[in-house]
Structure formats: C-alpha cells, structure tokens
C-alpha cells in the first residue's frame, strides 16, 4: 500500500501495533524543510506517527508548511485521500524552528540537511545531547555514510542511514544503510518504520558511496552525459530512449533536472574526494550547469525550460 492508501484505508500503521510501527517508535523529527524533509515528514504523518519537522530557516519552514497542506489538500481533491485522513495526518504533523520540545520525546530522528558534513556532525552532537536515550538517529545524507556521523554521538549503535528518493511522497524505495557499529535492533526498526510509510526498504550490509540506487542512476547519467557530449543525439532523444525503449518514468536528463543539477553535481564531486577515484569525478558537462547555476526546475533552467 502506498502512504495514501494506507491512511485512506484509516490503519495508521504507527498505532497497528508495535511490532509493525518499528520497536516502539511512535514519534518522529525531522531535521531540515528542503524538498526531502518535508515530504519524508508528511509521509510520516500520514502514516500514523507524530512528526515534527524542524528548519533554522524561518522561510523555508513556512514555505514547507504550505506546501505540504497544499499537497494535502490535493489528495483530498483528486479523490486519494479523505478528509478524515488528511485531517489527521494534519493534526499529527507540526513545522517548527524549534528543537525543542520536539527533539525530547522523539523515537526517531530523521536528518534531512544541507550536505556538507560539518553541518551534519554539529547536527548530531546536538541531537545526540538533547534526544531521549533510547531514540536512533538517522540520516537521510545520500553522500556520507552514517560512520561520518556516529562518532559526534554517544550513541553509535543507533546511527544509520535512511535515504529516501525524491519525491519522497511518491518513490517506494527507502535505503537503510548500517555502519560497523549500527546495531541490528537499530536497522530493523527503521526498516519497520520504513514498511509503515508504505515504503519498501533496502538493507545495505555495509556503506559504499552512493549506496544502491544512486550508483546504479550514476551509471545512467554518465553514459546519457557522454553519448550526448559526443553527439551521438540530443539530450530529448536520450531521455526518450530512457523512457520508451526502457520503460523509466524519466530519462537522465528530465531525472537530473528534477533532483536537482547541483544536488548531482555536489554528490558527485563529494563522493570523488572521499574515494579520490577519477571515474567519480563529475562530468564536465555537469559541472558546467552546475557552475552556471542552472539546477534544474528549482532554477526555471536546467537541461530543459520550466515556467516558474
Ligand atoms: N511531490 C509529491 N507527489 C508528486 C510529485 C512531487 N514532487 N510529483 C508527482 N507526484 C505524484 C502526483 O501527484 C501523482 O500522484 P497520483 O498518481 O497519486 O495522483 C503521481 O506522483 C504521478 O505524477 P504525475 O502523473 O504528475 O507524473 P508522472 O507520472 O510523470 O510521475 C514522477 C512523476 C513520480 C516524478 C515520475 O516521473 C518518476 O517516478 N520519476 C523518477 C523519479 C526518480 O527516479 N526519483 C529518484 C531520484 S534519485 C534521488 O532522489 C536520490 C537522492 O539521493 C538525490
């Protein structure tokens, strides 16, 4: 079932029992309102957990609230959810620039920052001073592996990795990533909390930068970027390719426009200086967008033209 589904079907999965809610979780923060934190966040409320999602930035947290009662209202209209549900999963969501008193009873916390890796470790020795005993925390990071954090923590055992896929309302797949000292107890409980959103978790048994999907997505991107830089065909025709010979949702081009040309470019630039490996580097190609500011649908302008 989909996140939808389920609270249509009025069995929040966070109250259908334990066992299923993910080892008691029952509360649910997430750090940083950008595009991932706020969906992850909705998806937590509509399935059954209470959820916080917290921002430094003022704007940004405004602008996250209003976008994720706006996308409620959507459902409602388009017939996916009904009131009474979205209703609730209202009731259970809150958007704050406050820590606290949300990081003080939370089960589970979702890091959803900027990813530049300081920032991170401030973020989890903070959490890890404030967050009750048992909570796990969690990064949503899809550059660092959760060994880059667990050590600004007294808590290494319930540090991981929870990478969600944008838009994270829609995509199934949730990766949970453990590090040598993430417990077994902490991967099964996100995973458990990853099934309640409807979601469908993969279990990596060690960290390698760019986990699963992202690599097997590099690999595409780079071939589109290099057949396109040979001029073989246009970026369209490739994206075309991607689509009707392969059945993808979107081809390379229309993906990086949407995830974000600075978000692939940053990703790929971070994961070559943790590896020093050159076939990491990010293409040319890339870097040139990325230099010119062109991020994608965020921008207006990426490989294609949005009207904004
Ligand atoms: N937020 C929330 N919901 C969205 C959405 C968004 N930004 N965009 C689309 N949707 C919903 C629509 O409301 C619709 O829901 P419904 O069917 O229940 O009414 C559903 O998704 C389908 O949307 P559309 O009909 O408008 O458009 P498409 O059928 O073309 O689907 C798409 C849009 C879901 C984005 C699809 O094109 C797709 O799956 N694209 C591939 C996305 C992908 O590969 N994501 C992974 C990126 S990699 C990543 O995130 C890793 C990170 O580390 C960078």
């Known amino acids: 079932m989909t996140t939808n589904e389920t609270a249509r079907a009025g069995t929040a999965p966070g109250e259908q029992g334990q066992a299923d809610a993910g080892a008691g979780v029952r509360s649910i923060l997430v750090v940083g309102s950008g595009a991932m934190g706020r969906q992850i966040g909705m998806a937590a409320a509509v399935a059954g957990y209470t959820t916080t999602v917290r921002d430094v930035d003022a704007t940004a947290v405004a602008a996250a609230e209003r976008d994720m009662r706006s996308w409620l209202d959507g459902r409602v209209a388009k017939g996916r959810m009904d009131q009474d549900a979205a209703d609730a999963a209202w009731e259970r969501i809150a958007f704050t620039t406050d820590l606290e008193p949300a990081i003080t009873t ?8 900027t990813e530049k890796l300081d920032v991170k470790r401030a973020i989890f ?12 925390l969690a990064t949503n990071s899809s550059t660092y592996g959760s060994s880059a954090v667990a050590d600004a923590t007294g808590r290494p055992d319930k540090v991981c990795n929870m990478h969600f896929f944008n838009p994270a309302l829609v995509m199934k797949a949730v990766e949970v990533v453990r590090q040598e000292r993430t417990s077994e107890d902490t991967v099964q409980a996100v995973a458990a909390v990853a099934r309640a959103m409807g979601k469908v978790p993969v ?20 071939e589109a970027l290099d057949l396109y830089a040979k001029g073989v065909a246009s970026f369209e025709d490739i994206d075309e390719a991607a689509r009707n010979a392969l059945g993808h949702p979107m081809g ?4 990086m426009d949407l995830v974000g040309l600075d978000v692939s470019y940053l990703i790929r630039q971070a994961t070559y200086e943790l590896t020093g490996d050159e076939a990491e580097k990010p293409h040319p190609l890339l870097e040139e967008k990325y230099r010119a ?16």
């Not at 939370?106 to 920052?113: C, N, R, S, T």
């Not at 390379?252 to 993906?255: M, S, V």
């Not at 500011?293 to 904004?308: A, H, V």
């Open 252 to 255: 390379p081009f229309e993906l």
């Open 293 to 308: 500011g062109e991020y994608g649908r965020k921008t207006g302008q990426g490989w294609y033209r949005y009207d904004r």
């Open 106 to 113: 939370a089960d589970l916390v979702i890091e959803a920052a």
């Open 203 to 222: 279990m990596l048994h060690q960290e390698v930068p760019g986990f699963v999907a992202n690599r097997l997505m590099g690999a595409l991107r780079d």
């Open 125 to 136: 020795a903070e959490l890890d001073r404030l967050a009750p005993k048992h909570a796990i």
